[in-house]
């Protein structure tokens, strides 16, 4: 998550020097709260998910996972942490109302899914093997 905390000033300064969107500040607002919300969601019950199935939610150290979760929000999204980060990069973006500033969740999108999500998944099916890889099979990786 420390990719996210990164990407937000990143945004907000490329907001500064390219176009904005003339959205009434209220609606930007509004739209981006909705999108939070619904971010922050997907990041509780993912890491209340993990709390209780006692298992890490440390992304660095996925060799540590003790229990595979597929229930609750995890049977509609095998990483709702990372959804819910996504999400909220989103809504930061849509509040600042600079369509540029979505190159800030687009690259979290793809660096996630290449240098985070990937290795896990790997990680993940060495250790939980054919459960693992009929979870991948059903449950899609972002929504």
């Known amino acids: 998550m420390l990719l996210a905390a990164l990407l937000v000033p990143a945004m907000w300064c490329l907001s500064r020097y390219v176009p904005r969107l003339e959205i009434p500040g209220a609606v930007r607002t509004a739209a981006a709260l909705l999108i939070c919300v619904a971010g922050g969601t997907f990041i509780t019950l993912g890491v209340l998910a993990f709390r209780r199935f006692r298992t890490t939610v440390d992304p660095t ?68 093997g054919e459960e693992y890889s009929s979870y991948m099979a059903r449950v899609r990786r972002w929504l």
């Open 61 to 128: 150290r996925p060799g540590r996972t003790t229990s595979f979760v597929s229930s609750g929000v995890y049977r509609v999204t095998r990483n709702p942490m990372y959804l819910g980060a996504l999400m909220l990069l989103v809504a930061w973006a849509v509040f600042l109302a600079a369509p540029w500033a979505l190159s800030g969740p687009a690259f979290f999108y793809l660096y996630m899914n290449r240098f985070q999500i990937e290795p896990e998944e790997r990680i993940l099916a060495g250790l939980f």
